[in-house]
């Protein structure tokens, strides 16, 4: 989510990272980056001691796996539910969201964002570092799933997460666990969507890939900007044309990002979007 955060941030969509890190030397340069990025640090909770990490190893064909370090205190997420209203987007996932001591806020925030009307979108963001903790996180990413309104998911998360081979097989999983809407990336294979009423399949441009990392959080960060740039409330009522814009704006972010060595789209390509 710190990804996505500096893709909106740069774009100028308002935007808040909420979630935790140490009073450390990492801490103090992730805080100072958000705000140099236009991202609110207002709903942050800074704990003494020293700030998790994850690094990423790109193989051969730049894809990334990832290793994560981490020692955090025992009071988690210490915040301030922040006020939501039906203009907003709130986007959760990766660790945090299924992390048992940060569960009871988390299901704070998210109930306020439900009951305010917010669009709440969930990335499960699974890694094979996971897959030893399934049996336990499995409850947690169903319920994740019953919160939101759409799922972003991988091919490898759903694989990983339910044994699901396709996009048909991972929106049965979704539905069953009460959201109606996914949209499922399949790396260079294309996207799918998957609605109530329509099922769609986008082929994505061929590009030189330099880095895979950060790609789907900024694929979240299309589909956010566009939920804001077009003030889109109701999900339920978005358009197959207005779905179709939402996608071609997230697969380019995505593209983007895979092209640079950087997590999120460049200031460059943002300055372009403000223009627009």
Known sequence: MLNSSISLGRTGVPVSFISEFARD??????????????????YLHLYEGN????????????????EFYADFPQERLMISIPCFDPDDVV?????LAVTKEARTILEDLLNSAK??????LYDPNFRLSQLPFLENIKPLISENIAYSDIVRASDEDMRMIHGCRNSDEAYDFIRMN?????????????????TPSFSKYYKVPVIETVSTVGAGDSFNAGIAYMFYSRKIRDIDSVP?????????????FASKVCMSTENYISNDFASGLKKI
């Open 25 to 42: 030397n990492v801490g103090n340069i992730i805080k100072e980056f958000l705000k140099e990025n236009n991202v609110s640090t207002e």
């Open 51 to 66: 700030s998790p990490l994850s690094l990423a190893f790109l193989n051969d064909r730049n894809d990334a796996t990832y």
């Open 91 to 95: 986007m959760f996932g990766s660790i």
């Open 115 to 120: 009951n305010d009307g917010s669009t709440i």
């Open 178 to 194: 009460g959201c109606k809407f996914l949209i499922y990336t399949s790396s260079s294979d294309g996207v799918y969507l998957k």
């Open 240 to 252: 197959e044309q207005l779905w179709d814009e939402i996608i071609w704006k997230a697969i380019e």
